[in-house]
């Protein structure tokens, strides 16, 4: 039994995904696996070539440059350079322990993956889905359930097994919800290429679908642990009297091909199989801390990237950055001379992003007439600073507020349930009812409610409260 991973995989094997050229070197692996398909070995050659096309199409120059200058490798493919790198390529992932080279009956080379590039491969693969089956997260406590309430005692090893399994998956699924939800946060408000419009979009519908909140959202809702816990541990309970944990070893040691009478190997049983009946009952025990915790740092996701969108959507700051944008566009454009524009305070050839933050005492003031040059109007350009305008338009700070007062009518106060909202336009402003809140014009303030969700949309939303301001 090896007792050092590195008894099992070549030393060398992380050091392909961790050199300068780890991002090439992933994508060749990527399409080697592509090209075994669900065959067991391929013909080196064939797959040298694949590979070959492979580095021409997707114009990868360093393959083989991280590899170190005491390793030699033979050419292959006479004098074409795509085929040489392939085939340095694959020697590079067979010294490495990534592929096994053989020859078959006929004395043709061939290549097949090894169990270590399977295993973390697949591993590798399922992280940097976004989209992980929620169905399969959401019901691995559900399968823990049933795998112990259906133990069945004429196959109870089978059914050890199955709850053993089941409650990896379960703690596995428990502990990757948090780290995908907080990932997709992260990544959303990183992304300089956005504007917020976009973030917001990613933020409440795009979040809506991920895999992770779902997960979570069923955990915390029609799956939750409250549901499943007491018939869990007592069903464990039940499976640790002596009688049963007798029946069970017994079948154990005949399974497994132990000598049933020998008192070490029952014991060794024995242990197995507590083991897992004392796992089962810690997870049930603190998976309702566990859910909270990650409750607890959902919240903290959500309400510092509203804080950052706050930031960014203030209203003072931001309508000088949609000036600049739309001199921008029509600077670009040729004007015409009946063209008139509410900008003539500031010279066209100034405007970058920080005319604007100048002083007007430190700008370049324009004359009153400005002369136009007569050409025609780029449509396209124009339709865009239109668009930018009208955009801003509907989801600013005065379009959110009179929305607000609109559904406030004559109440002091009201429940983000309880807005009417029919479209897409004002699914966006109730979200950024909390976001404008804290505006010092605001007409109202909301209280944030905890633990509290509503269906909207076919989304699931966190609730509030919004309570107007009180006149001075």
């Not at 950055?321 to 509410?342: H, M, P, R, W, Y």
Request: aromatic share 10%; net charge negative.
């Amino acid at each position: 039994m090896a007792t050092n991973l590195f008894d099992i995989i070549n030393p060398n094997f992380f050091g392909v995904l961790s050199g300068r050229n780890r991002v090439s070197n992933f994508l060749l692996i990527t399409e080697i696996s592509h090209f075994f398909g669900s065959q067991v070995t391929v013909e080196r050659k064939r797959l040298i070539d694949y590979i070959a096309e492979q580095i021409k199409v997707m114009h990868i120059e360093d393959v083989g440059d991280d590899i170190g200058d005491e390793e030699t490798y033979e050419v292959y493919g006479g004098t074409n350079q795509h085929n040489q790198k392939a085939n340095i390529f694959i020697t590079y992932l067979e010294k490495r322990g990534w592929l096994d080279r053989d020859r078959n009956q006929d004395f043709i080379d061939i290549v097949s993956r090894t169990d270590a590039y399977l295993e973390i491969f697949d591993s590798l693969m399922k992280l940097i889905q976004e989209e992980t089956d929620a169905k399969e997260q959401s019901t691995a406590l559900l399968s823990l359930y049933r795998n112990i309430r259906d133990f069945d005692y004429k196959n109870a090893t089978t059914s050890v097994e199955s709850i053993e399994i089941a409650s990896k998956d379960l703690e596995k699924s428990i502990l990757s919800i948090n780290s995908k939800i907080k990932r997709f946060v992260d990544k959303a408000m990183s992304d300089s290429s956005l504007d917020e419009r976009e973030i917001l979009k990613r933020l409440t519908i795009d979040y809506q679908k991920l895999s992770a909140y779902i997960s979570f959202h069923n955990l915390y809702t029609k799956n939750n642990p409250n549901k499943y816990s007491l018939a869990i541990t007592n069903k464990i309970y039940d499976l640790q009297i002596d009688e049963t944990m007798n029946q069970v070893i017994d079948d154990y040691c005949k399974t497994k091909g132990l000598k049933v009478e020998d008192e070490s190997e029952r014991l060794k049983a024995k242990r197995y199989i507590e083991q897992v009946y004392e796992k089962v009952l810690f997870q049930i025990e603190t998976i309702e801390q566990s859910i909270s915790d990650i409750a607890a740092r959902n919240y903290s996701y959500t309400s510092s990237s509203v804080d950052r969108i706050n930031f960014r959507l203030n209203n003072e700051r931001d309508i000088k950055g949609d000036i600049n944008n739309l001199l921008k566009v029509i600077k670009q454009s040729a004007l015409e001379d009946e063209f008139e524009t509410d900008f003539d305070f500031y010279s066209f050839d100034q405007t970058d992003n920080k005319s604007l933050f100048t002083a007007r005492a430190l700008s370049k003031i324009a004359p009153k007439e400005t002369p136009f040059i007569k050409h025609e109007i780029n449509p396209e350009a124009l339709a865009k600073a239109e668009e930018l305008i009208k955009q801003r338009e509907m989801y600013s700070f005065q379009s959110v507020n009179k929305f607000v007062l609109e559904q406030l009518g004559e109440r002091d106060k009201l429940l983000a349930n309880e807005l009417h909202v029919d479209n897409i336009e004002d699914f966006i402003k109730m979200m950024l009812i909390p976001v404008y809140s804290t505006n010092s014009s605001s007409s109202y303030t909301v209280n944030k409610l905890k633990n509290q969700t509503f269906d909207c949309l076919k989304y699931i939303v966190d609730n509030y409260e919004i309570i107007r301001r009180k006149e001075n």
